[in-house]
């Protein structure tokens, strides 16, 4: 049995790699084929062959297809790159940055996610008859925009020196962090509310969400502190360093499960590597680089067993009306951007640009899609497949509109 485990991970491996290559040659984000490949070995492609194949046909055929076994370590798996995600992101957050780009930067993190946000929660709950508490969760997973696309996008203009001048890229790649950061640490919430939703008054929740953010925070402040304390007093490898860092993350994760009170184990991870970075430059560098190494190979499985879990007649009979529900959000997402920049020294074009530059949805939706079916959630399986359609849709388009547009809509020259 370990043995077709190993095998059925080293196909969808090897598949995602070939897969990641083939799109990147089309100028388009790996993490689509790695979606693709998924797809194509996975659990609904997998059952679609076990219907049209006699019995000998499907034996010979079925060792493609990836193994059961993989799926019952899935969500472990990505809550592992949700933790490596929030640590990335922390570590990037530069205060003094921060305060360069200023307010705009602030709007742009918050406004336009809740905009996106409230759309979905709502148009979800009216056109597929789901609950509140439930279409939150929906919510708060499409929400987020995906630094996958956006941040390689972003580096590749300021090393072309586009948009420069008003420093677009850095206003995109400060705000979009931080958007991630709050869908979240709101899904992350909203989660809770979910699983311990029986019995509870409305006043329960108006107390247990702002306990969470403040124990969360405080709780990753201190640790934080601590761990600064203990790398100026112990001289320890990076290495050492890094895995604790990665061992406490996924202790608090487990922590907030058996926490007597409301904690939000998300916000924690990201006070901490934020503490970090803001306390100690070089730590904060070392560590990064171990989360970056790291990440890059997680990605690749990460995208592939989302693909491989997606209920694909579930995602086609969602359809157009999921679509509907995406673009709404979409729209609001938009306007939220627009809002965000009124009364900044963006002229209309960099608004414009920065609209689109918001639009792309993949890391976030591959890391989190899966946990309400995972936890046992009525719409969970809905959910996932939205992730996945959101990713589908927004990762190519996005990429390529910043690619076509870029150099267009921010011309120094021109004060539109």
Not at 174 to 179: M, P
């Amino acid at each position: 049995m370990r043995i077709i485990l190993i095998l059925s991970l080293a196909i969808l491996i090897i598949l995602s790699l070939i897969f990641s290559r083939l799109f990147e040659k089309l100028q388009l984000p790996g993490l689509i084929g790695m979606l693709i490949a998924g797809i194509l070995i996975g659990d609904s492609s997998g059952d679609y062959f076990y219907h049209i194949l006699n019995n000998n046909e499907y034996n010979i055929l079925k060792w493609v297809f990836v193994n059961e076994k993989v799926f019952q370590f899935s969500p472990e798996f990505r809550n592992l790159c949700l933790i490596i995600i929030l640590f990335r992101a922390g570590l990037g957050i530069d205060r003094d940055n921060l305060k360069k780009i200023g307010y705009p930067a602030l709007k742009m993190s918050i406004i336009p996610g809740l905009f996106e946000a409230s759309i979905i929660m709502y148009s979800a709950h009216i056109i597929l008859n789901l609950p509140i508490i439930e279409t939150s969760l929906l919510a708060f997973v499409i929400a987020a925009v995906s630094p996958a696309v956006i941040v390689p996008a972003m580096l590749n203009l300021k090393e072309k020196g586009i948009g420069n001048k008003k420093d677009v890229p850095t206003l995109v790649l400060a705000s979009a962090s931080i958007d991630d950061l709050v869908a979240i640490s709101l899904f992350g919430v909203c989660l809770s509310l979910n699983l311990n939703s029986a019995g509870n008054s409305y006043d329960w929740v108006v107390i247990k969400i702002p306990s969470m953010i403040i124990s969360g925070i405080l709780f990753g402040y201190l640790i934080g502190l601590f761990f600064i304390k203990i790398n100026n007093l112990i001289n320890l490898s990076v290495v050492y360093k890094f895995i604790t860092l990665l061992v406490t993350g996924i202790f608090l994760c487990h922590f907030e499960k058996i926490s007597p009170f409301p904690f939000s184990s998300l916000l924690s991870i990201i006070t901490i590597a934020y503490i970090i970075n803001d306390k100690d430059k070089l730590l904060s560098s070392e560590l990064s680089k171990k989360f970056n190494n790291l990440w890059k190979f997680s990605e690749l499985l990460l995208f592939s067993l989302i693909g491989a879990e997606v209920d694909v007649t579930l995602a086609f009979e969602i359809g157009l009306l999921g679509l509907l529900i995406f673009l709404l959000g979409l729209f609001g997402r938009s306007i939220g951007v627009w809002i965000s920049l009124v009364g900044s020294i963006l002229n209309k074009r960099e608004k414009l640009f920065c609209v689109m530059a918001f639009l792309p949805k993949a890391t976030v939706q591959a890391a989190i899609g899966g946990t309400a079916l995972a936890v046992g959630i009525a719409s969970g399986g809905l959910i996932l497949s939205m992730a996945v359609l959101s990713i589908l849709v927004t990762a190519p388009l996005g990429s390529i509109a910043i690619k076509i547009w870029a150099e267009k809509l921010l011309q120094e020259d021109d004060d539109v």
